[in-house]
C-alpha cells in the first residue's frame, strides 16, 4: 500500500536554528499538507499545497514557516528561527478523492 | 465545545467488548473522518463518511452520521487489545469539489483514549 514517507522521524535542534522537516508524498496525489500535533493536544492544520502554491495556511504558519516542493517528489516544512513551543509532532499528509494518508510524522524537539 | 469534539475522553473495557466514541461538530462538512493514533505513533486513518451517507461499515469498524444533530459515532465491535490506542475525529469542510471530498483542512478534534484490557 503506497506510504507518506517522512524523514527524519526526530530531529532535535537549538533554538533559533532552521529546520527542514521532509516528506515524499503519493506520487499520484495532487494536495499536501502539514500538520502539528503538541504533546498531549489535538492535531493542528498548518498548510495546504496545491498546483505548487499554497491554497491555504492556518494562523499558526506565520511568517517564520515555509512550505516547498524543490523536485517532482518532495515536499517541505522550514522553520526559519525555531522557538521552544514549536516542539511538536509535526505530520504530513496528502490526499486524493480517495482520502487522505498520513506519514508518521517527524518528531521535533527544540532545546 | 469545539469543531470535532470526543466523548468519552477516555475509555476502558476487556477484551471482546464493544467499544463506542462520539464525536461532535459545530460547521457544516463534506465528510468526517476517524483515525487511530497508537501512543506518539503516525495517524492512521480508519473510515470516511461523506456528508450525504448515513453509515459505514469497514470489518469491526462501523461509523454513522447525523447530520441533523452534527455528531457521529464509531463502534468498535468485538475489541482485542491491539485496539489500544487514541482515536480522532476529524472533519472536512470547505468548497465541495468531486465526491464530497473539499480537498480541504481536516479539523480534529482532542480525541478518545481506548484502553481494551486482554
Known amino acids: 500500500e503506497p506510504e507518506v514517507t517522512q524523514t527524519p522521524s526526530h530531529q532535535v535542534t537549538q533554538m533559533g536554528q532552521e529546520v527542514i522537516l521532509r516528506c515524499v508524498p503519493i506520487s499520484n496525489h495532487l494536495y499536501f499538507y502539514w500538520y502539528r500535533q503538541i504533546l498531549g493536544q489535538k492535531v493542528e492544520f498548518l498548510v495546504s499545497?496545491?498546483?505548487?502554491?499554497?491554497?491555504?495556511k492556518s494562523e499558526i504558519f506565520d511568517d517564520q514557516f515555509s512550505v516547498e516542493r524543490p523536485d517532482g517528489s518532495n515536499f517541505t516544512l522550514k522553520i526559519r528561527s525555531t522557538k521552544l513551543e514549536d516542539s511538536a509532532m509535526y505530520f504530513c499528509?496528502?490526499?486524493?478523492?480517495?482520502?487522505?494518508?498520513f506519514g508518521s510524522g517527524t518528531r521535533l524537539t527544540v532545546v | 465545545s469545539q469543531q470535532g469534539e470526543e466523548d468519552p475522553q477516555a475509555l476502558s473495557i476487556q477484551e471482546g467488548e464493544n467499544a463506542t466514541m462520539n464525536c461532535s461538530y459545530k460547521?457544516?462538512?463534506?465528510?468526517l473522518q476517524w483515525y487511530r493514533q497508537n501512543s506518539g505513533r503516525g495517524l492512521v486513518h480508519l473510515i470516511l463518511?461523506?456528508?450525504?451517507?448515513r453509515e459505514k461499515h469497514s470489518g469491526r469498524l462501523r461509523v454513522t452520521l447525523d447530520t441533523s444533530k452534527k455528531s457521529s459515532s464509531l463502534l468498535i465491535t468485538a475489541s482485542r487489545a491491539a485496539d489500544t490506542a487514541s482515536y480522532f475525529c476529524?472533519?472536512?469542510?470547505?468548497?465541495?469539489?468531486?465526491?464530497?471530498?473539499?480537498?480541504?483542512?481536516?479539523?480534529f478534534g482532542q480525541g478518545t483514549i481506548l484502553t481494551v484490557h486482554p
Open positions: 499528509a496528502s490526499s486524493s478523492s480517495y482520502g487522505y494518508t
Open positions: 460547521t457544516s462538512i463534506n465528510n
Open positions: 499545497f496545491y498546483n505548487n502554491e499554497i491554497s491555504e
Open positions: 476529524a472533519t472536512e469542510g470547505g468548497p465541495l469539489k468531486t465526491g464530497g471530498t473539499s480537498y480541504g483542512k481536516l479539523t
Open positions: 463518511i461523506r456528508s450525504n451517507e
